[in-house]
């Protein structure tokens, strides 16, 4: 993505001053820089926990804990017992001859010039 240059940055700043007007952007820009400051704020502040998190994990991980094997058995469902099926003797398929229907012309009824 190309940066923006001093051209585009005046014309961003003449078309906010044109759509939000001379009284309006000195608040929006006041709101806009204490925004961006909170949302500094915040991640530093998580950024430090997060530092802080990794710190204090080699300590813990000095004197592991003991394994622990844990076995299960699965559960099958009950089956219910197999009707009894009987057999179908198999029938042949006996082609018969089809004749088409005469086909009927359509007749248009725009009259023809």
């Known amino acids: ?17 044109l759509v939000f007007g001379p009284k309006k952007l000195p608040e929006l820009g ?9 949302f500094r704020k915040g991640t530093q502040g998580l950024k430090e926990e997060l530092e802080g998190s990794f710190r204090e994990a080699p300590a813990q991980t000095a004197a ?6 844990i076995t299960a058995q699965a559960v099958v469902p009950p089956v ?11 029938q042949a398929v006996i082609p018969q001859t089809v004749t088409p229907a005469p086909a009927t012309p359509v007749s248009d009824d725009v009259p023809r010039s």
């Not at 993505?1 to 001053?17: D, F, K, Q, R, S």
């Not at 006041?30 to 909170?38: D, Q, Y």
């Not at 592991?64 to 094997?69: D, E, F, H, S, Y």
């Open 1 to 17: 993505m190309p940066n923006i240059g001093p051209g585009e940055l005046l014309v961003i700043l003449l078309i906010a001053l």
């Open 80 to 90: 219910a017992p197999a009707q009894a099926v009987t057999p179908v003797a198999p």
């Open 30 to 38: 006041k709101s806009l820089g204490a925004g961006i400051r909170e």
């Open 64 to 69: 592991p804990a003991p394994a622990q094997t």
